[in-house]
C-alpha cells in the first residue's frame, strides 16, 4: 500500500517545486514521497505533506535526504533523463555516508549532511560512536588531528597542518572486539588546499584499506550560544583526546573572518579535528586558541568546510605547483588558435 501511494505521490510531485526543508524520503521499489517529517518512532516516520500526514514505515525506507540535496526530479516523458538512483544517504541521525561519484564535478556524494532532527545524546554515546572517525595527521614537521567524511578515506584536516609537505601519514584507532587498535596509512594523496579558509582535503590511498567509519557534516544556523558542543583530537599527541565545552560565540571576528568560539579545550595538535554539536554532527573545524587564555578556543564554521568541499576542483593541489591553493584551466580552444595565428 505505501508503495503504490509512495509512486503516485511522486509523480504528482515531479513537476512543482520542492520545499529546500522538506526531506525525501526514498522507498523501496524506486519510490519516494517528499515532504517534512514531523515525528520519528522506531517503526514509522511521520510525513506531512502538506495536504495530508502519511505514516511511512521505516521498513519501507531506503534514505532519507534533505529536498536542498536531493537531485530534482525529471519530466517523465524526458527521454534524457538517468534512472540511475542517486546515492543513497542514511536514516537521519545515521553518520554514514556514500561512496564518491565518478566523476570530478560531482560533490554530493563525497560527503553527507546530518537531518538536524536526530535527538541529542550524551558525549559518552556519541564518543564511542564516532571516535573510529577522527584521525591523526603526522607529517615530518609535527602532527595535527583531522575527520573521515568518506567511507573510501577522504578526510579533513587544517591546511597549516601539512603546509609545506609531502610525506603525510594518517594514524587510525578501529575497535575490534572492544579493543582500540592504532593503524597507520602512509599512501595518503593531497587531493585539494585552501590556505586562507585554513583546510585541507586527504584522501588514504594504501592497498587493501578497508572501509572506514565516517561523519556528517551539520550546520551552525541550528546552532545557539550556550549549546555543548565537545571535540575530539590529538593534543599534544595524545591521541583520542575528547574535551567538553559550550559554544561561547558564533560570529568571533579575527583576521577578517568569522569563527565558533568555544570553551571547549583547544591545544596544539587538536588542529584539523572536528567540534560536534550534541547529535553527533560536525560544526567546525578546530584550528586555534588563544596562547594566554583558558576556554578561547576557535572553530572554522562547518559552511565554509561543505563550500570548501563543493567547489574542490577549484581548489585542486598541484603537483607541479604544491604551494598554489588553485587550479587555473586551459583556456577556450579558439583562443588558442588565435595566438597560435599569430604572427
Do not use: C, W
Not at 254 to 267: C, H, P, R
Amino acid at each position: 500500500m505505501v508503495n503504490r501511494t509512495a509512486g503516485l505521490l511522486t509523480a504528482l510531485l515531479a513537476l512543482s517545486l520542492v520545499d529546500v526543508n522538506a526531506e525525501v524520503i526514498r522507498l523501496k521499489d524506486n519510490a519516494a514521497v517528499i515532504g517534512k517529517v514531523l515525528a520519528e518512532k522506531k517503526d514509522q516516520l511521520i510525513v506531512d505533506l502538506g495536504f495530508t500526514v502519511l505514516v511511512v514505515p521505516r521498513s519501507q525506507i531506503v534514505s532519507v535526504q534533505t529536498a536542498e540535496d536531493a537531485p530534482r526530479p525529471a519530466r517523465p516523458a524526458d527521454p534524457t533523463h538517468n534512472k540511475t538512483a542517486p546515492p543513497a544517504k542514511p536514516a537521519p541521525g545515521k553518520p554514514v555516508a556514500s561512496e564518491p561519484a565518478a566523476s570530478p564535478s560531482s560533490t554530493s556524494a563525497l560527503f553527507v549532511t546530518g537531518s538536524g532532527s536526530a535527538p541529542e545524546r550524551s558525549v559518552r554515546e556519541l564518543v564511542n560512536q564516532l571516535g573510529e572517525a577522527v584521525v591523526q595527521v603526522r607529517t615530518p614537521g609535527g602532527l595535527g588531528s583531522g575527520f573521515i567524511i568518506n567511507d573510501t578515506g577522504y578526510l579533513i584536516t587544517n591546511f597549516h597542518v601539512i603546509e609545506g609537505e609531502t610525506q603525510i601519514s594518517v594514524e587510525v584507532y578501529p575497535q575490534r572486539s572492544g579493543q582500540l587498535e592504532r593503524k597507520a596509512y602512509r599512501q595518503v594523496r593531497i587531493v585539494a588546499i585552501n590556505k586562507f579558509a585554513d583546510l585541507a582535503l586527504l584522501k588514504i590511498e594504501d592497498p587493501g584499506a578497508p572501509k572506514f567509519a565516517r561523519v556528517p557534516l551539520g550546520q551552525t544556523d541550528s546552532l545557539a550560544v550556550g549549546e555543548r558542543v565537545f571535540a575530539i583530537g590529538s593534543p599534544m599527541g595524545l591521541e583520542r583526546t575528547v574535551t567538553e565545552g559550550i559554544l561561547s560565540t558564533k560570529t568571533r571576528a579575527m583576521q577578517g573572518e568569522l569563527y565558533l568560539q568555544t570553551t571547549a579545550q583547544i591545544n596544539p595538535g587538536n588542529s584539523g579535528g572536528p567540534l560536534f554539536n550534541l547529535q553527533g554532527e560536525v560544526v567546525g573545524v578546530t584550528n586555534m586558541k588563544l596562547t594566554f587564555g583558558e576556554g578561547l578556543g576557535f572553530a572554522i564554521p562547518v559552511e565554509q568546510v561543505r563550500y570548501f568541499l563543493q567547489h574542490r576542483d577549484a581548489f585542486a593541489y598541484d603537483n607541479d605547483n604544491p604551494f598554489n591553493a588553485y587550479r587555473y584551466l586551459e583556456p577556450p580552444r579558439r583562443f588558442l588558435r588565435a595566438e597560435a595565428a599569430k604572427p
